[in-house]
């Protein structure tokens, strides 16, 4: 596609469920990023892709949060258990490579996390 | 640890005025990039412009310029002939060539007034 697509694009849930969101880069974008934005804050980082791989998963608040990258494109992130902390925007950016010389990451609309 | 600092929440301009968001930084890198992103209320997260710490010469496009000052750490963005379209939340990034990820400041709130 022209730019990255993320789904849903609003999600409500209760607290304790499951939820999946969605993320489809930039059509030959290797690098795959998941940022989390709260409300009056600015993006934090969650994981990185490279390829399949997560090659930097230091931002994930805990073992409830979890991400794939089966076939090196589209992405999930999947949250256990929600709580209502984790209430907030997820934010996924991709970018060609993701090696230096550093490339701009580009970001899709981001899915808004409602966990009552 | 990298740290980015927007100290103004909140901003306002009237059209056609300029106006310029501050924003400092710390690493302990030499190796790195900083960025400005724009976040209208669709939510897109959108690069405005980028500077390499490697280049002394300040970045511009079209109306957005920066101010670059290494040793201050300090990456302030100018919006010359403000649009109503500019109205959005500003943040400053910034990447280090040794890690995977960019770290935002707080962000800072433009608004445009006809």
């Known amino acids: 596609g022209a730019g990255v697509s993320q789904t849903p694009s609003n999600k409500v849930t209760e607290k304790g469920k499951y939820v999946e969101l969605r993320c489809d880069p930039i059509?030959?974008?290797?690098?795959l990023y998941w940022y989390r934005q709260s409300l009056g804050q600015g993006p934090e980082f969650l994981i990185y892709f490279q390829g399949t791989g997560a090659a930097d998963d230091s931002g994930l608040p805990n073992d409830r949060f979890f991400a794939v990258r089966p076939e090196g494109s589209v992405s999930t992130l999947k949250i256990q258990r929600t709580e209502r902390g984790d209430s907030a925007v997820y934010l996924c950016?991709?970018?060609?490579?993701?090696?230096?010389?550093?490339?701009?990451?580009?970001f899709g609309p981001g899915t808004r996390l409602l966990v009552l | 640890a990298q740290t980015v600092t927007q100290s103004q929440p909140e901003m306002s301009v009237q059209e056609a005025e300029t106006v310029t968001l501050s924003c400092t930084y710390d690493?302990?890198?030499?190796?790195?990039?900083l960025f400005w992103y724009k976040q209208p209320p669709s939510r897109q997260m959108i690069l405005v412009i980028r500077?390499?710490?490697?280049?002394?010469q300040n970045a511009t496009e079209n109306r957005f310029s920066v101010n670059f000052q290494k040793a201050a750490k300090s990456f302030s963005l100018k919006i010359s002939d403000s649009q109503l379209g500019d109205t959005a939340m500003y943040f400053c990034?910034?990447?280090?060539?040794?890690?995977?990820?960019?770290?935002f400041g707080k962000g800072m709130k433009l608004t445009v007034n006809p």
């Open positions: 059509s030959g974008h290797t690098a």
């Open positions: 990034a910034l990447f280090e060539g040794g890690s995977e990820k960019l770290v």
């Open positions: 950016a991709s970018s060609l490579s993701g090696r230096v010389p550093i490339e701009t990451q580009y």
């Open positions: 500077q390499e710490a490697y280049k002394q």
């Open positions: 690493t302990s890198e030499n190796n790195y990039y």
